[in-house]
């Protein structure tokens, strides 16, 4: 792709995160974008979410990034052996995002890799909603595997975003998918957006679950 190409595409990209929709997806919300000087690389936070998110144009992909800051090359060995088995499990049994580590220091981030080709706004919605769930998912890990580590609440929740979703008119049996593929298992995923269904009081008669 030329650099023109990598131009227009940042450009859709930027479009997109600007257009504040009446609805709750999570590309229609409020985003306040920093271009990284001398970079492809601009950094895309909003109202809710800790942390942001890096999105960077390469030949053939837009990259969103999650940084977290969590550095493991310190840690104790067993920790850290104990830590990379179950990023790789949660990695297998995912099917979007990813997680891997940066840099020397070992920083875990989170990605999702989207092929310019087929870009589409709603794909880029899902990228986002799935980095937020590969999030929530690694949090449950580190509570298990590092020692000491403590948790914040955060206000954008997973139950946020699979009610965001539902209203949004996504079926049940995507956002199990979703779920299942960020880490979660099919019995919890499937229980989880049945009781927030309910709570919405939403029609279920062409989003059954299988």
Do not use: C, H
Not at 15 to 44: F, H, R, Y
Not at 48 to 69: D, H, M, R, W
Not at 139 to 150: E, F, P, R, V
Not at 190 to 203: C, G, P, R, S, Y
Request: glycine share 6%; no cysteine; aromatic share 4%.
């Amino acid at each position: 792709m030329t650099q023109n190409g990598k131009e227009k595409t940042m450009e859709k990209v930027v479009e997109w995160l600007g257009e504040v929709g009446s609805g709750k997806s999570l590309v229609n919300q409020k985003w306040d974008i920093t271009p990284i000087e001398d970079t492809d690389i601009i950094m895309a936070s909003t109202e809710g979410l800790p942390f942001s998110i890096g999105i960077e144009i390469t030949e053939k992909f837009v990259n969103l990034v999650i940084y977290t800051g969590i550095e493991t090359a310190v840690l104790p060995n067993q920790e850290r052996l104990k830590l990379y088995r179950d990023l790789l499990l949660l990695n297998n049994e995912n099917q979007m995002m990813k997680l891997l580590l940066a840099g020397r220091e070992e920083t875990i981030g989170i990605r999702v890799d989207l092929d310019i080709l087929t870009l589409g706004k709603m794909e880029f919605n899902d990228a986002l909603s799935s980095l937020i769930i590969g999030a929530e998912a690694l949090k449950t890990i580190l509570s298990s595997s590092i020692t000491g580590q403590t948790e914040e609440k955060e206000e954008n929740s997973i139950e946020d975003i699979i009610a965001s979703e539902l209203e949004s008119g996504k079926s049940k049996k995507s956002i199990i998918k979703d779920l299942v593929s960020a880490g979660m298992s099919k019995e919890d995923a499937t229980a989880i957006v049945k009781e927030i269904a309910e709570k919405l009081n939403m029609d279920a008669r062409d989003r059954y679950i299988s």
